[in-house]
Structures are given as structure tokens and as C-alpha cells.
């Protein structure tokens, strides 16, 4: 089996290598875009960190005396993962992605990054990741950028509050992937009134420029299995028995990295294939948005509305109606319903442009804070919004021949890249 | 050992009756059904576990988490935080080692010839030239740990994992998976009677008692796993499917005779 990692990463490195005459010189390795999205990057590519790590996980009541329902009895509050120095250091705070925990892998890696750097850190879930819509999030119905950035805005002061006695601070930067990325152009931009932070970097690891037109490619790749994405249910199925069959026949220890290699080197899914796999995780991770909004605006969306939930009640036939359902019923049914209730006037297509950096241009090519990490190959970007981050940001634009969405976020020229916009 | 399990018992009932109070409904409101429901949807569940006792399994899972955020975690962070890095990995290294026992019979129980011989080898070398499974020389000298109990051995030979069931501080498993457990753990302490390693020094309970508790500290050490850590709602499926497919994956069914490599792999 060793062997068959050693062919791997054999096959990783060299491939490209023939390429690297008339490409770039870029070293990270996966070519496809979805295939890179869902490898990420190569154990041996990632940078070693340092194994210990002063760390502590702060649970922040961010929103004095919120009503949880039993079935959220083990959420505490917001909890963000703080990194600390015992000597004076700038302090970053790092936005996770779509659906991200403050102690998503991709997170970690970068907050031991920065660690390493000589950076205090202090790691954010998502705004759609379900901790933050029970503890944090002020509407409880998350996919407002403006909305939303307020409500980091405000963990982000509940989480200094809490440290800003234990460590010494000289300043402070802020960074974000993915969702999180756009969400950080729109903290930047309140901070700019408050003046709490004044932050003095801001970087965008792999942004979306606008919301809709980010989802809506998302979602296209639930398009390409048999039957569109509401016989995702079927889809799954095959995948698996194609998963556990593959796995008796290759003579395999255990479910392991070698065997998740394996499967792309062999080619066992196909590139529809692997594309019907990102969609339909985006979709899993959607349900636990869904229901968890759900659940706590008592809106009657998914689960009957007045119905309280028990820690111990089945909730596994809203979990299959949550995750059949699109970003796009999701939006049309329930997220804009709901501020078009609460903003008159708001139209659609208001709406949707308001869910944009470009909403927010004039700020961003005002300030210098700003930087952009992203990828040629992003499919979450057209090729018109790739040119707009080239536009507006110019040299502040660092873009990547490859690495798909976030595929390469933990490559060791990434890494550098990221810790060094911030010197 | 005895005496925790009596109290893992006693905690456990307790929840139970607690739960049974908790579940009366102090809903007033009239319930009104929601926009999206299950009927609408015409595709195949997936991601399911045949799950009969769920409300059971659910508390226990709930169990779990208390029991490890108030007793087994704090005990498991002073032993991280007091004994150096090298300390755990060797303590680690010992009951792993132990642990080849239960794959070597196992392996054994599925006539897995090449594989027997592997886990002995490594149980020996280990043992020996590992200094009783401190180090693992083994590892690098090629030889694979195969990781194995009965659980797997009744699945090897064709039995049902049976429904799902979460138990008591050791977690996720099923009936047939429970069922092994006490099969391996009858055989390790008839060896551990007949050899009697510490029969001679007039404590053998105490010793024994010691290596089970650390034992148990060391196990909770190398599981990165935390209950409700992920936050994500329907964590508990998640967790109940993988755990319940890679059981089915690893216990290695065989696969029917016509099916062939090719037809599994998409054309390119």
C-alpha cells in the first residue's frame, strides 16, 4: 500500500512536470478543477507546523438570553477556536467558509499558519454554519451579506472582549475563504465606521463575487447526474456500492488516504461524477442550514411550525427534505421572502445585486487593505468576475493557473503567499 | 473495572428515567405542517441505517457527550497534559500492541492465512525487538497492522450487522458488533486468567484495574472524535452512516463472482 502512495504522489509530481516547461512554474499539482476542490492539496505539500500550539476554544454568548430549543441543547454559544503569543503580536481574525466550523481543516491549517508567523488568531464558523445561526446570528435567517458581516462584527467584538486581557495586541488584520472571503470585504467595510479593529490587511482567499451567480454554478453540477439533482438520493446509492465495491476488490487495509487516492488515480468516478459529489455535499451542508433556521424562527419551512423538537426525536426525514431542497428554493421561498418583509420595496433583482462585492466597489478600490487570493480554474467565478477581481484589485490580485475551489489553499506556495501579504 | 462498570449502570438508568420525564410535550400551540415535506420528494433515501432504537440511540449518544465533557475528557486532558508527548505515544504503542491479540485470533477466525501471519509477526517483532510494544518496528519493516475483532469475524462470514445501536462509553456500534465485543473481550480475559501475569505479586486486581482504566484513557486519547463537536444537525446520521458502512466495507463481504473490475470504473 505504501507502494501505491509512493506511485501516487509519483504520479502527482510528475505529471505536471512536463507541463511546467511552458506553464508557470506553479508546483501545485492537480490539474482538474473539481478533482482539486475535492483532493485538496497532498500531505507531503503542506508545510509542517509546529506540533504545539497554545490554543484554548473561547464559547462566546454572543446574544444575551437567546431561547434554544431542546434539540440545540449542546450548543453553548458561539465557540471560536484563539490561538495566543505570550509576546506582543498582531492579532488576525480568519472567517471560515461556507458551512465551516471555527475548527474546519482548512481553518486549522491556516491558523497554525499564522501561528507560526507570530500572529495571535482567533477562528470564526461561518455565519451559515448552524453554531452561528443558533448563537450568533442576530435574524437567525443567514445570506445577508450586510446582515451577516454584522453579526461577525459583533462575535468578532464579544471574542476580543474575551482575550484582550490575556495578550498584547498591536494590531489587527483579518482574512476569510470562500463565503467567508466576501463576508470579510463587508466586515472590513462596517469596521471602516465602528473603527474598533482598523484592520490593516484584509484578504480574500478564493471569494465569491456575487452570491446567486457563485450557487447557482454550485448547484449546475447537481445537473449533470441522471435525473438532476432530485434523484440525488439514487446517485448517492450508486456512488457508495461503486465506493464499497471498489474497496473489496483492491485488496485494501482500511478505509484510509490511500484508498481515497486510489480512487481518483484509478479514475473511479468519472468528472460528471466527482461534480455531482461537490454539488450534493453542498447540498448536505445546505440541510443543516436549513433546518437549523428553520428550527429556530419557527417558520414552518421544513418542520411543522410550534413543533418542539426533543433531543431525542428522529429528525432524519427532515434531513432528506432539507437537502433536496436548492439554494434556489431555499432563496426564493424563504430568504428573500423574509427581508422583502422587512425591507418594502426590496425587489429580486435588488436583492441579488445587494449579495455582491460590486455592491460595495467604490469602497473596495478606495482602500489599499485589500488583497485577493484565487484561482484561474475557481468554478465558483466566471471568467468576466475572475477579469472584475483583476480590475479592481490590479497587482492586490493573486491568481493561480489551478487548484479549483480551494483545492489549494493548504500548497506550500499558498501558504507563503497568504502569511506574507500580511508583513 | 467492576465497580465503574456498576456506576456506568447506575448513570445510565438514571438518564433513562430522566429522559422518560423530559419527553412530555409542553407544546401548547396547534402544530401547522411546514411548506416542504417528505411525500413531495419521489427519489430514493439514502444515507440511512436501519435504526429501530433510535430514541434509545439518541440518548445514549447524549450520554456519551456528558460522560465525556465531565469525566472522561478532563481525566484524558491532565494525562496529555502532564505526561510528555514521547510518554503517550509509547503508552499508546503498549496497548496497540495488545491489541494484536484480538486481530491475530480474528484474523485467524476468518482464515486469513497471509494476514495471521503478518499480525504474529508484528505481535512478535513488536513485543520483542519493540520492547512489549513500546516502539513499533514492525511498521517499518513492511509489516501492516490489520485491525480486527469478532464483530468483523461474524460479518466475514455473513452475518447481519443488525440495527444500529449506540452503547455506553464505547459508542456507535450494531447488535452483531456488540456481540463481538463481548466475544473478544471473554477471550482476552480467559488468556489474561490462565496466564495470570501478575499473579504473583498479590495485587493482581489493583495492577489489573490500573491497565483497564489507562487503558480506557489511552483509548479516549487516540480518538480525535467529539460528540456534538461538529455542530452540524444531523451529525448524529452522519456519524451512524459512516460508522455503519466502513463496519460493512472492512468486514469484506464477498462480492458476487460476475461482477467484474472493469464495469465498476467509469470509461475515461
Redesign the interface.
Known sequence: ??YLRLLFIACLILSPLSALAADDGYGYPIQGSNEATILGTPATLIPKFP?AISTRQLVLDVIPDRQKP??????EGL?CTFAYQDKKAPLIFLIAGAGG?D?APKLLTMMKAFYQAGYHVITL?SPS???FIISASQSRVPGDLTEDAADLYRAMEAAWKRVAGDIDVSSFDLCGYSLGATQAAFVAKLDEDRQLFNFRKVLMINPSVSLYGSVTRIEELLKQIPGGA?????F??KM?S????????GNF???NDEFLYAIYT?????HD?TAGLIGLTFRINL??MI??S??MTNR?????????L????????Y???SS??SFF?YFN?YLYPYFQERRPGLTKQDFIESLSLRSIEGYLKSSAKFGVMTNENDFILTQSELNYLRQVFGERAKIYPRGGHLGNLEYQENIAYMVNFFK | MTVSRYTVCLILMLTISL?GC??I???T??????????NE????????VADPW??FN??MY?FN?YFDKYLLLPVVNSYEFVAP?FVQERISGFYNNLGEVRNLTNSLFQLKGMESVTTLGRFVTNSTLGLGGLFDPATSF?L????QDFGKTLGYWGADSGPYLVLPVFGPSSLRDTGGLVVDSGIRYGILAAIDPFGSTGNSLAINSGINTMEVVDARHQQSFR????????EY?MVRFFNH??R???S????PEK?D?AA?????
Open positions: 500500500m505504501k506540533a431542546p434539540i440545540f441543547f449542546y450548543d465557540r466550523s475548527r464558523p454554519h448552524s453554531n432530485k434523484k440525488q438520493g439514487v448517492f446509492n457508495l461503486k465506493f464499497s465495491q471498489f474497496y473489496r476488490y487495509v482500511s478505509i484509478e479514475g473511479l468516478y468519472s461524477e440541510a443543516g433546518f437549523s428553520d428550527v414552518g419551512y421544513v418542520v411543522p411550525k410550534n413543533r418542539i426533543r433531543p431525542t426525536d428522529s429528525i432524519f426525514d434531513f432528506l427534505v433536496h431542497l428554493d421561498e | 429522559t423530559a419527553a410535550r409542553d407544546s400551540r396547534a402544530e401547522v405542517p411546514p411548506r416542504h415535506s417528505i420528494f419521489r427519489d430514493q433515501r439514502f444515507a440511512e433510535e430514541g439518541r440518548s447524549r457527550y508527548v513492511g501492516e497492522r490489520h485491525n460528540y456534538y463537536e461538529s455542530g452540524y444537525p444531523f446520521y458502512q466502513k460493512e466495507i472492512e469484506g463481504k464477498p462480492l461482477s473490475k465498476i470504473l467509469s470509461p475515461p
